[in-house]
């Protein structure tokens, strides 16, 4: 895999993360309004760092609405059913695995150094539920996304939080959560 956003999502998606991305990235997800919600980063940043994260949350709402789930506890409540329930912990640590083995392919037989670890790094448990909730919401089996997506969604703006302009896309000052 080579993924490469169009210059122009690579704009909007550091616009969504309030910074320039560190590699390119390519938009596995979007909103009802067609702007990215996650991004696939590749396994090897531009500068060559490791990078553990393969789904990457972009969209300002789902950020904000999965930080809330991780602020009333969420992690710890993940990482504790993970744990009281086998079938639950067994779905988490073939997501961990599955996540793993797919970014793991991808990183050249050359590299000096590998991204370790299955979602968001974490080698079991539960480390970041925006990481989990971007795995499931690209398409992908994870029981602590699936859990976590309920109380994210739906992504239902009512304007989008990036706007085309002139000069390329701005932040819309009119953005709000619905």
């Known amino acids: 895999?080579?993924?490469?956003?169009?210059?122009?999502?690579?704009?909007?998606?550091?616009?969504?993360?309030?910074?320039?991305?560190?590699s390119d990235s390519r938009v596995v997800s979007v909103c009802h309004l067609g702007?990215?919600?996650?991004?696939?980063i590749p396994p090897l940043l531009d500068?060559?760092?490791?990078?553990?994260?393969?789904?990457?949350?972009?969209?300002?709402?789902?950020?904000?609405?999965v930080s809330r789930v991780e602020s009333e506890g969420g992690v710890k409540a993940m990482d504790a059913r993970s744990v009281r329930d086998p079938a639950f912990g067994?779905?988490?640590?073939?997501?961990?695995?599955?996540?793993?083995?797919m970014r793991d392919s991808e990183v050249p037989a050359s590299a000096?150094?590998?991204?370790?670890?299955?979602?968001?790094?974490?080698?079991?448990g539960v480390k970041c539920i925006h990481a989990h909730y971007a795995d499931h919401r690209s398409g992908n089996d994870n029981p602590v996304g699936e859990w976590a997506a309920p109380?994210?969604?739906?992504?239902?703006?009512?304007?989008?939080?990036?706007?085309?302009?002139p000069e390329g896309p701005v932040a819309n000052p009119e953005w709000r959560e619905p």
Do not use: N
């Open 35 to 40: 702007l990215p919600v996650v991004v696939e």
């Open 47 to 65: 500068d060559g760092t490791p990078f553990p994260t393969r789904y990457w949350l972009t969209c300002p709402l789902a950020v904000k609405r």
């Open 90 to 101: 067994a779905r988490l640590q073939a997501a961990h695995r599955r996540y793993a083995t």
């Open 112 to 124: 000096r150094h590998r991204p370790a670890g299955g979602v968001a790094g974490a080698r079991k």
């Open 1 to 22: 895999m080579d993924p490469v956003a169009e210059p122009a999502d690579r704009r909007v998606v550091a616009i969504q993360i309030g910074r320039a991305p560190r």
């Open 151 to 165: 109380l994210v969604e739906p992504l239902d703006c009512e304007v989008p939080c990036v706007l085309e302009s």
